[in-house]
T-cell receptor, first 117, second 112 residues
């Protein structure tokens, strides 16, 4: 299984500022995913982050608002830009596990709980 | 577009009961289905993964079944314990890209 470290675990931010969330994996993975979970809601995929190319964004999410970096196969960042209270959510990174018994199983970081005042 | 529904949205049971959580999906052309557990304010823990060719998977007191043709999966929890209290999410993978569509979750409370 993959071990994922996500930082920060929580933050309280002011409207109009930006926050960068980091996701570190203990092994090299091809694909990393960023999800958002709004209060009381299920998870929604923001984008897929691939090393060496631009992230692929889902409908309703744009690069200017959620820029993503993927400098290598073990690390990615998601920035929430120009924040508003509507951005208050849990943000989670996810990777596909590797190895014969866990192939295709997705593993998640512990999440970043963001509150925007 | 794939839609995933979980029923019930919330469930409260006394300790020791066997229980069933339901998940339905609209497009049966799935690659696999995964059940997760989420504790309040935390990330997700993968419980069981069922490939489209499989009918069920078991792990300890958990058993997940898949009926792809009818678009349904169930998660069976035997002899429930207070530590099982959490939100349980099912997620469907429509393609080999591993992008998941999540259900709304079932919030489970097991009372001592």
């Amino acid at each position: 299984s993959a071990v994922i470290s996500q930082k920060p675990s929580r933050d309280i931010c002011q409207r109009g500022t930006s926050l960068t969330i980091q996701c570190q994996v203990d092994s090299q993975v091809t694909m990393m995913f960023w999800y958002r979970q709004q209060p009381g809601q299920s998870l929604t995929l923001i984008a897929t982050a691939n090393q060496g190319s631009e992230a692929t964004y889902e409908s309703g999410f744009v690069i200017d608002k959620f820029p993503i970096s993927r400098p290598n196969l073990t690390f990615s960042t998601l920035t929430v830009s120009n924040m508003s209270p509507e951005d208050s959510s849990i943000y989670l990174c996810s990777v596909v596990g590797s190895g014969r018994t866990t192939n295709e199983k997705l593993f998640f970081g512990s999440g970043t709980q963001l509150s925007v005042l | 577009k794939q839609e995933v529904t979980q029923i019930p949205a919330a469930l409260s049971v006394p300790e020791g009961e066997n229980l069933v959580l339901n998940c339905s999906f609209t497009d049966s052309a799935i690659y696999n289905l995964q059940w997760f557990r989420q504790d309040p304010g935390k990330g997700l823990t993968s419980l069981l993964l069922i490939q489209s060719s499989q009918r069920e998977q078991t792990s300890g007191r958990l058993n997940a079944s898949l009926d792809k043709s009818s678009g349904r999966s169930t998660l069976y929890i035997a002899a429930s314990q207070p530590g099982d209290s959490a939100t349980y999410l099912c997620a469907v993978n429509d393609n080999a890209g591993n992008m998941l569509t999540f259900g709304g979750g079932t919030r489970l409370m097991v009372k001592p």
